[in-house]
T-cell receptor, first 112, second 115 residues
């Protein structure tokens, strides 16, 4: 079945550092890929998405490119802020599936 | 602009008790779903619905029942609570019947402890 593997956390960075959170997936066909973010005490929010190979999703300075050849959708940000501290989830929807498959989440802490 | 509202925020149950977690959305979304979040396991789908009167099982449905009598409400019932059901539960909805291709809107969660 479909699966998503994210890099283990937690990740701790200083403000203005470069962020990469790795995400790889296994799916049949051509899945849509997503990054969701969960701030403390809240539900998840969609951060960005990509629906076909080579698409780049971007939002709030975050970017991720759908790489079919490496089955990856790594999240990047050039300069993180304290307010980016949250848990980040990679997810996919495969084919005609009516559900999202989530990775285990990566806790990010940004220190001032 | 309420979005997805879940009640209660916190709940403690004894093994064998029953309860209903409430979920309501005011966005006229057709698709609604319930996830549980456990440490190191991400979110796992329990049940979902693509419209009033239609429900289906997700990845981990055992021990849970749902119904969808209106577009707005999608309650999750635990018939006989077990310690393994200790978790954080999230309700999520989206506009499209195709579900996750349109963004999921999440509630703030219900933290359930079963002793």
């Amino acid at each position: 079945g479909d699966s998503v593997t994210q890099m283990e956390g937690p990740v701790t960075l200083s403000e203005e550092a470069f962020l990469t959170i790795n995400c790889t997936y296994t799916a049949t066909g051509y899945p849509s890929l997503f990054w969701y973010v969960q701030y403390p005490g809240e539900g998840l929010q969609l951060l960005l998405k990509a629906t076909k190979a080579d698409d780049k999703g971007s939002n709030k300075g975050f970017e991720a490119t759908y790489r079919k050849e490496t089955t990856s959708f790594h999240l990047e940000k050039g300069s993180v802020q304290v307010s980016d501290s949250a848990v980040y989830f990679c997810a996919l929807r495969g084919g005609s599936a009516r559900q999202l498959t989530f990775g285990s989440g990566t806790q990010l802490t940004v220190l001032p | 602009n309420a979005g997805v509202t879940q009640t209660p925020k916190f709940q403690v149950l004894k093994t064998g008790q029953s309860m209903t977690l409430q979920c309501a959305q005011d966005m006229n979304h057709e698709y609604m779903s319930w996830y549980r979040q456990d440490p190191g396991m991400g979110l796992r789908l329990i049940h979902y619905s693509v419209g009033a009167g239609i429900t289906d099982q997700g990845e981990v449905p055992n021990g849970y029942n749902v119904s969808r009598s209106t577009t707005e409400d999608f309650p999750l019932r635990l018939l006989s609570a077990a310690p393994s059901q200790t978790s954080v539960y999230f309700c999520a909805s989206s506009y499209s019947r195709s579900g996750p291709n349109s963004p999921l809107h999440f509630g703030n969660g219900t933290r359930l402890t079963v002793t």
